[in-house]
């Protein structure tokens, strides 16, 4: 089966084909437009403009993405777009494009979750087939999720920002330093030269059962110590110390709580997605800790980290091969919930429910088990 996915969630223009075989699905072609320069001067996304970028890049990008493997568009199976979250005009664009394509050529267009989307897509960057139960780690410029994945549509939230994204953080303290956006790259670049235990800062929710995260205590830690250091703004030392400091205290949150979500959840496997996993100081404390766990850690090449379309028709893909119920796709949801049971599907809703006695069923064991409830050594502010 070919799906050809269309991308439009943010500030991202991405299409891609891909092919199921028996063993896993594969990208034949995929291409990405990104906008960072153009929303760059904003220090943000401008949703007016990427909406505009989106409308011009479409008409290109899949006829590209076609030409790049000589296939005609007929040639497609089905059409898959993000149907949300995300901003609802850049969605619009997306969404719409793919409807009237799929309408065209007389096929399927089915609706994609963009959290799903990005579950899934260590697995197909890594040609690997989809293996439930596995803990994923969202961690973006919009999310920051803890998920216990049980199958198609059956997902349980083991925990979530309360506060700003894990990304969103890296942007506003990028901001304050005075660097551009996006500004996770920009202060890993920072912090490859500055010295991480330079500055004590605060790490979120230490108490090992709680997986939800915290980053504004953070951003405000730094703020302190940026505003209360006149030395830090004229020595660029003190500025390296203290983004290799605020890199180390997300990173240390984000790998501690995955490795306690995955002993909780009593998973072998993590699968991490979102533009923070471009992180390499990240990528390789994850690596390092699920070693020593024996946890199989599924991470994607950073191409496949950030908002792209092999994600969204892979699982577009994967969920019409599995006999999972895809979703209809005649509307976008900005605000889509991957963990509401969608009432028109029994199944998935029944999936749901089975997904949360399992949960507190392992609460029970969990709470047996000495290794899960000791308190972490962790940093209070
Ligand atoms: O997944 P993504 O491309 O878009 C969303 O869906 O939000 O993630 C973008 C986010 C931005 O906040 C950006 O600062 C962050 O990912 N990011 C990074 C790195 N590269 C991108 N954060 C930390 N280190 C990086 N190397
Ligand atoms: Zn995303």
């Known amino acids: 089966m070919r799906v050809l996915g269309i991308e439009t969630s943010c500030d991202e223009t991405a299409v891609a084909l891909v092919e199921t075989n028996p063993w896993s699905t594969d990208i034949l072609a ?10 760059r001067p904003y220090g943000g996304v401008v949703p007016e403009m990427a909406t505009r970028e989106h409308l011009r890049n479409l008409p290109l990008l899949v006829p ?18 993000t149907e949300g979250p995300g901003l609802a005009s850049s969605l619009l664009i997306g969404h719409s494009y793919a409807r009237a394509l799929a309408l065209a050529l007389s096929k399927p267009m089915v609706g994609v979750n963009h959290l799903e989307g990005h579950l899934y897509s260590p697995f197909i960057a890594n040609r690997r087939a989809v293996e439930f139960p596995f803990v994923g780690l969202i961690a973006s410029g919009g999310h920051t999720l803890l998920v216990h994945a049980l199958g198609w549509d059956r997902y349980v939230k083991l925990g979530s920002t309360v506060d700003d994204a894990a990304g969103e953080a890296f942007d506003k303290v990028a901001k304050l330093l005075g660097f551009p956006y996006p500004g996770g790259p920009e202060i890993e670049k920072m912090a490859a030269k500055g010295n991480p235990e330079a500055f ?71 699968a991490v997605s979102g533009g923070v996993l471009c992180n390499n100081a990240l990528r390789l404390e994850l690596e390092v800790a699920c070693y020593a766990a024996g946890v199989d850690l599924i991470v994607a090449d950073p191409t496949f980290c950030t908002d792209n379309a092999g994600m969204i028709a892979g699982t577009a893909a994967e969920k ?58 962790v940093e209070v502010w």
């Not at 296939?71 to 777009?81: G, H, K, N, R, T």
């Not at 180390?248 to 949150?253: I, L």
Request: net charge negative.
């Open 30 to 39: 995929q291409v990405i437009s990104s906008q960072i320069e153009l929303h």
């Open 200 to 270: 004590g800062l605060p790490r979120s929710f230490p108490e090992r059962d709680n997986l939800n995260f915290s980053f504004s205590g953070l951003k405000t830690a730094v703020r302190f110590f940026y505003e209360k250091s006149p030395q830090m703004q004229a020595d660029p030392v003190w500025a390296y110390d203290l983004c290799a400091s605020f890199q180390k205290a997300v990173v240390d949150v984000l790998v501690r709580k995955s490795m306690q979500a995955v002993a909780q959840a009593r998973v072998e496997r993590l």
């Open 320 to 377: 019409l091969e599995a006999g999972a119920a895809p979703r209809v796709g005649d509307d976008i949801n900005p605000n889509l919930d991957l963990f509401a049971p969608d009432p028109e599907q029994g199944e998935a809703a029944r999936g749901m429910n089975a997904a949360v006695k399992l949960k507190s069923r392992q609460k029970q064991g969990a709470a047996k088990d000495p290794e899960l409830t000791s308190p972490g050594q």
């Open 64 to 81: 590209q993405v076609m030409k790049e493997i000589n296939l005609p568009l007929d040639a497609i199976d089905a059409v898959a777009a």
